[in-house]
């Protein structure tokens, strides 16, 4: 199984260790972290090494799209006359990209591609990573001067979204940036594009490191996101994308994600002695599901679900750290966690799965006891969206903090969208909140109908917070130009980047920055 480990000391000692006990396969990614892969058995065993600081399972994370190639494009593109990203890489850790399409070939024939990194494709792995196959320039420019490419190099992309993010960012007539070079990542799970956490942080762990070896500046666009954790960026996955966002002349943008009108989030209040009801509904089709409830840890109260049939999964507490159940062909697990070396609170999951059919569709009911209170604030999310669908939702949700992970993350660009047509906030853009968290949005950028190619050579509008990020990442390449490749402000990455796109963004004297929803402003466009 794999695992992500947190670990001091030398890499090459940590694996020669682990070494001694079984055989392990490891990925080094940098400021401590590494990816490997152990038996099993070897988990507990792996808690009490003096050498591991913390573990965590991977998770899966989704693309933050709606509408794909809806064929409506509204959206403004941004673009300086002076200014085209030449001598910037951006990054795009996504599905792919089609190397053959005309936005990323330049007019003298060859790729502005600098390599894909296929995840999904056994071969030949760039150095340091042990799956997958690169695809350099060079094989890449082999296959387009061929009658049919994909008979040379086989096709890149198979949705089109991680096409759709790199001509939204880069691309010769839609992109922000139409000079940049490319570095892509094919993020993929077996049939599925649907991707895990590790994938994602070996992915920039790789455009990074190509980054530094051409001592270029990179702005890394990544169009993921889930609802499983604390949302506070206290995750083992978040903790590793704020820290290596701080390497090299790097920058990296990820979306707010689509939950914003979802319902998906529930907070609440309790007092001591008080007993409350949660209602949600589940959607038909769904074969898993999961609640994850987070509250302070010095806050004692039980937790029981009861199923749209009146069946109950039992009631959970303190006492009783862990309870599964089969009702009806569905198990539930739940799981009353401990708080972490990374978060002072603590977790109450809910881990909802069929036995080969749908789990039951209406209403569901989260029954909380309070005991002794201190705090008495808590959050649950639901899973996006793009996972359970807008049949699944809380009957009295929040739009408040429903920004998806690792939008969460520190030290880096989280971008919400608005609709461009009417200025206004898309419905489904991930929301933040301020006080006492201050997790917000930094920027917002068009989410609706925006101009992007689609796999069959074509222009289309696509819609989600997942083509707004690519458009930041796109006017951060311009502002990377500028600063670093011209030298007009050779620190222009990381937080300094991030301050100049909230300085240049254009505000309403009706709203009052930062915002929940829009951040410091809307990407407007250059001149």
């Known amino acids: ?77 941004f673009r300086r006359s002076s200014y085209t990203g030449r001598g910037v890489i951006i990054g795009v850790i996504d599905t792919g990209v089609d190397y053959t399409s005309r936005e990323f070939i330049s007019p003298d024939g060859r790729t502005r591609i600098i390599s894909i990194w296929d995840q999904s494709r056994p071969g030949r792995p760039p150095k340091g990573f042990n799956e997958g196959t690169e695809y350099t320039s060079e094989a890449i420019n082999n296959a387009l001067s061929a009658d049919d490419p994909f008979d040379i190099l086989p096709p890149t992309d198979i949705s089109g979204h991680g096409t759709a993010v790199a001509g939204i960012a880069a691309g010769n007539t839609t992109g922000t940036a139409p000079e940049a070079s490319i570095v892509a990542v094919r993020v993929r799970t077996g049939d599925d594009e649907e991707g895990r956490t590790v994938q994602l942080m070996k992915g920039l762990r790789y455009v990074i490191n190509k980054a530094s070896e051409l001592s270029m500046p990179a702005s890394i666009n990544i169009s993921y996101g889930m609802n499983e954790g604390s949302h506070r960026g206290d995750s083992l996955f978040e903790s590793y994308i704020s820290s290596v966002s701080g390497e ?16 998906h989030h529930y907070e609440g ?14 959607d038909t089709g769904i074969v898993s599901l999961y609640l994850s409830l987070w509250k302070n840890y010095v806050d004692s109260f039980s937790c029981e679900l009861i199923l749209p049939g009146g069946e109950s999964a039992g009631v959970i507490n303190k006492f009783s750290e862990s309870v599964r159940i089969n009702a009806g062909g569905i198990a539930v697990t739940s799981i009353y966690a401990q708080p972490s070396r990374r978060s002072a609170n603590q977790e109450i999951f809910y881990d909802i ?29 639901l899973p996006t969206v793009e996972q359970v669908g807008r049949g699944t939702y809380f009957v009295d949700p929040s739009d408040r903090l429903t920004m998806t992970i690792p939008s969460t993350a520190s030290r880096i660009i989280r971008t919400a969208g608005f609709n461009s047509r009417t200025g206004a906030a898309a419905v489904f853009s991930g929301r933040g909140i301020g006080c006492p968290a201050n997790i917000i949005p930094d920027i917002s950028a068009p989410a609706v109908d925006v101009s992007a190619p689609t796999l069959s050579g074509g222009i289309s509008g696509f819609t989600g917070t997942s083509f707004a990020a690519p458009l ?53 466009p250059s001149t």
């Open 1 to 77: 199984m794999e695992l992500i480990v947190k670990y001091s000391g030398d890499y090459e000692e940590f694996i020669s260790k682990l070494a001694n006990f079984a055989a392990v396969m490891g990925t080094d990614l940098g400021q401590g972290y590494a990816v490997i892969d152990i038996p099993v058995s070897m988990t507990e065993m792996l808690r009490g090494l003096s050498f591991v600081e913390d573990i965590e399972l991977p998770k899966n994370v989704f693309l933050n799209e709606l509408n794909v190639g809806s064929g409506c494009i509204s959206s403004p593109v």
């Open 248 to 263: 090299w002349k790097t920058s990296v943008i990820i979306p707010t994600g689509n939950e914003g009108g979802a319902g």
């Open 269 to 282: 209040d309790l007092q001591s002695g008080e007993t409350i009801d949660i209602g949600f509904f589940t």
């Open 353 to 381: 799965r069929s036995a080969g059919r749908e789990i039951p569709s209406g209403l569901w009911i989260l029954r909380i006891r309070a005991e002794e209170i201190v705090d008495g604030h808590f959050d649950i999310w």
């Open 472 to 524: 930041a990442a796109g006017y951060a390449a311009l502002l990377m130009q500028w600063g670093i490749v011209c030298g007009y402000s050779p620190f222009m990455y990381g937080e300094k980047l991030k301050a100049e796109l909230h300085l240049l963004a254009e505000r309403s004297p009706f709203n009052r920055y930062p915002d929940p929803v829009f951040g410091y402003g809307k990407i407007r």
